[in-house]
C-alpha cells in the first residue's frame, strides 16, 4: 500500500491524482441518486439508461471520426442519448403499467446494439473495453469540471426540493394529492439519474454502472434511520470503495471498475450475512 | 326497498339542512372494460361518519379514488366540497392501504407525517408544519414514537402513524382504505375511537372489506359491489360488532334492501 501513496506523490503520476479526485466527488453525485434509485427502487430504469448510453457514445463516434463532425464528442452523445432514454423510460413506466418490463428491456438492449453498430460504422479500431468496464486512470481535467458542476446542481437540486423527492420516493400519489406535480419530480429524478450513469461510465463502465449506484445505498441502508442520512453514508462509502478500489487496481495490475465492483459486492454480502447472524443472535433463534 | 340513490328519505331524518360534501350522481367506472362501479349515486352530509364495505374487488379503493380525483369517471358527476374532486383535494386528508408503501424506507414518524404538509409552493417545512405535524401526533397518541424510525413500528402504530399523516393538514373530509387491516382487536377499537372523536369535527369515509367494522361507531354503511347500496345503521337492529360479525350478518344479508342483481355478501 506504502508504493501507492508514493505513487500518488510522484508528480509524474498526475493520473492518480485526477483519478483519486474523480472517485471522491463523483461519491458525491453516486451517493444521493444512488439513494433515490435504491429507494425507489429503480435500478432496473438506471440499467437500461446506461446501456442506452452506449447507443450515444456510438452515435457520437460515427460522427465525429466517420463524418468529421468534430464538435460531436462521445460525452455529449453519452449525455443526450442518456437524458433522452431517461425521459422515454420515465414516460414507459409511468404510462405502461405491466408492459414496462418488456419495453424497458428492449430499449436497454436496443440502446446497446445501436452502440456497436455505428462503431462497426466508423472507420478506425476503438476499445470497447474501456466503454464497457470503465477506466478511470484516462481521467481528464475536463471530465473533473463536470463532476464539480453535476455536484454543484444536484445537492442544490436535492437540498431545494428534498421534500418533493421524499414525497415521490415514498408515496407517489400521497404527494400527488398534496399538490406535488410527481410526473415532473420524477422525471427530473431521471434525468439526474441519467447525467450520473455518464459520470459512472467514465470509472466503472457501462455494465457495471448499476453495481456502484446501488450498493454504496443497499449498505447505508442497513444503518441509516432518516433518507438524508442514508445519502451522506452512502457518499463516504463510495467514496471509500473508489479509493480502495483504486489503490488495490494499482498495487495487483487489476482493471480499477471491476475491482471497485467486486469489493462492493463483498462487501455487501458480509455485511448482510453479519446483520442475518446478529437479528437470529438478538431474536435467540441460534 | 332502498335502490341507489334513493337517499333522499335517510338525510330527511337526520334534518333538512344537512350540507353536503361529498357527492356522487349516475357514476359509472370500467377498467379494461370492465365495470368496476356501474350507474353509483351517493350523498354524504357534512360530520357523516360512514363505512364503505363489500367484497375484495368491490369498487371500494376505487369509490375512494374517484372522490379523491385520481381516476375520472366513464360517466357521471362528482362533487366534493362544493367543487371538483381535484380543486377540493388540499381539504380532504388520505390514508391509502398500508400495504404498497415500502416498509424499509428510511423515515422517522415525524419525516412520514410532515408529509401531510407538503405544498405545491414551499421548499422547506416551516415551525407551523412542524408544530401541527406534532399535534397530529399527539391526536393518535403515538408522541413518544415522533422520532423513532418509521420502519420499526408494528403494524397498529404504523396504520396511527398514517392517520395522522392525513389529519395534519386539517382536513374538512377523512378518507381512510383499510384502516384496521392486520390489526388486533384492541388496535382496532382504539382506532375506531379516534376516529371517533375525530368525527366531531370532519367528515369521515372509512373503507373496509369485513362487516366487523360496521360497529357502534359509524352511522351509515355503504355497500359497493359493483353498485352501491346504503344501510342507516340506525334502521339495523344490533349495533354491538359482534353481533354484526356473527349474528347479524345474516339479519343484514336478509333485510338487504338491494334486490340488482350483483349485489351480494358472499
Not at chain 2, 404538509?117 to 414551499?122: E, F, Q
Request: proline letters at 3%; charged letters at 15%; hydrophobic letters at 50%.
Amino acid at each position: 500500500m506504502i508504493e501507492f501513496f508514493q505513487a500518488v506523490l510522484d508528480p509524474d503520476n498526475r493520473f492518480l491524482v485526477y483519478a483519486l479526485g474523480m472517485g471522491g466527488l463523483a461519491s458525491i453525485a453516486f451517493g444521493i441518486i444512488g439513494t433515490f434509485v435504491t429507494i425507489k427502487r429503480i435500478s432496473y430504469l438506471a440499467g437500461a439508461i446506461s446501456h442506452s448510453v452506449f447507443g450515444g457514445i456510438g452515435l457520437a463516434l460515427y460522427l465525429q471520426v466517420g463524418q468529421g463532425i468534430t464538435w460531436f464528442d462521445p460525452i455529449l452523445g453519452a449525455v443526450l442519448a442518456a437524458v433522452i432514454a431517461a425521459v422515454a423510460v420515465g414516460l414507459v413506466s409511468i404510462h405502461a403499467k405491466e408492459r414496462e418490463d418488456t419495453i424497458i428491456g428492449t430499449l436497454w438492449a436496443v440502446g446497446m446494439a445501436c452502440g456497436i453498430l455505428f462503431i462497426d460504422k466508423t472507420p478506425g479500431y476503438f476499445s470497447l473495453s474501456s466503454y464497457l468496464f470503465g477506466d478511470i486512470l484516462l481521467i481528464s481535467q475536463k471530465d473533473l469540471l463536470f463532476v464539480i458542476g453535476l455536484d454543484l446542481v444536484i445537492v442544490g437540486v436535492v437540498v431545494l426540493f428534498f421534500n418533493q423527492f421524499f414525497g415521490v420516493c415514498f408515496d407517489t400519489e400521497f404527494a400527488l394529492l398534496r399538490g406535488i406535480n410527481t410526473t415532473f419530480f420524477y422525471l427530473f429524478l431521471l434525468v439526474l439519474t441519467a447525467l450520473t450513469v455518464v459520470l459512472l461510465v467514465r470509472i466503472v463502465g457501462i455494465v457495471l454502472v448499476i453495481a456502484l449506484l446501488t450498493i454504496p445505498p443497499a449498505i447505508a441502508g442497513f444503518y441509516a434511520r432518516r433518507l438524508w442520512e442514508m445519502m451522506l453514508y452512502s457518499v463516504l462509502l463510495c467514496a471509500a470503495f473508489t479509493w480502495a478500489g483504486l489503490g488495490i487496481s494499482y498495487q495487483m495490475s487489476l482493471s480499477s471498475g471491476p475491482t471497485i465492483i467486486v469489493l462492493c459486492g463483498i462487501t455487501y454480502l458480509v455485511l448482510m450475512a453479519l446483520n442475518r447472524v446478529v437479528l437470529k443472535l438478538r431474536h435467540g433463534s441460534f | 326497498m332502498t335502490h341507489p340513490g334513493n337517499r333522499t328519505d335517510d338525510t330527511a331524518c337526520k334534518g333538512p339542512f344537512m350540507e353536503t360534501d361529498i357527492s356522487l350522481n349516475h357514476v359509472t367506472f370500467a377498467y379494461r372494460q370492465q365495470p368496476i362501479l356501474e350507474d353509483v349515486s351517493l350523498t354524504v352530509p357534512k360530520k357523516e361518519f360512514a363505512c364503505v364495505v363489500g367484497p375484495n374487488g368491490g369498487g371500494k379503493t376505487t369509490l375512494l379514488k374517484l372522490i379523491l380525483g385520481l381516476i375520472q369517471p366513464d360517466d357521471g358527476q362528482i362533487r366534493v366540497l362544493g367543487s371538483t374532486p381535484e380543486k377540493a383535494r388540499n381539504r380532504m386528508g388520505y390514508m391509502p392501504q398500508y400495504a404498497h408503501l415500502d416498509m424499509n424506507f428510511p423515515a422517522t414518524v415525524l419525516d412520514v407525517v410532515l408529509m401531510g404538509r407538503l405544498k405545491k409552493t414551499a421548499f422547506w417545512f416551516s415551525a407551523k408544519d412542524r408544530s401541527q405535524a406534532m399535534s397530529a401526533i399527539d391526536t393518535v397518541g403515538m408522541t413518544p414514537f415522533a422520532h423513532v424510525g418509521f420502519n420499526t413500528l408494528s403494524g397498529g402504530q404504523k396504520q396511527r402513524v398514517l392517520i395522522a399523516r392525513a389529519l395534519c393538514s386539517r382536513p374538512d373530509i377523512l378518507l381512510l382504505d383499510e384502516p384496521t387491516a392486520n390489526v388486533d382487536h384492541e388496535t382496532e377499537e382504539n382506532l375506531f375511537s379516534i376516529l371517533k372523536d375525530l368525527n366531531r369535527e370532519m367528515t369521515i369515509l372509512v373503507v373496509s372489506h369485513d362487516l366487523g367494522f360496521v360497529s357502534k361507531y359509524v352511522k351509515t354503511v355503504i355497500c359497493v359491489n359493483r353498485l352501491l347500496v346504503i344501510h342507516p345503521t340506525t334502521v339495523m337492529d344490533g349495533t354491538m360488532i359482534k353481533d354484526i360479525y356473527y349474528g347479524d350478518l345474516k339479519m343484514v344479508r336478509h333485510d338487504h334492501r338491494c334486490s340488482q342483481e350483483g349485489h351480494c355478501h358472499d
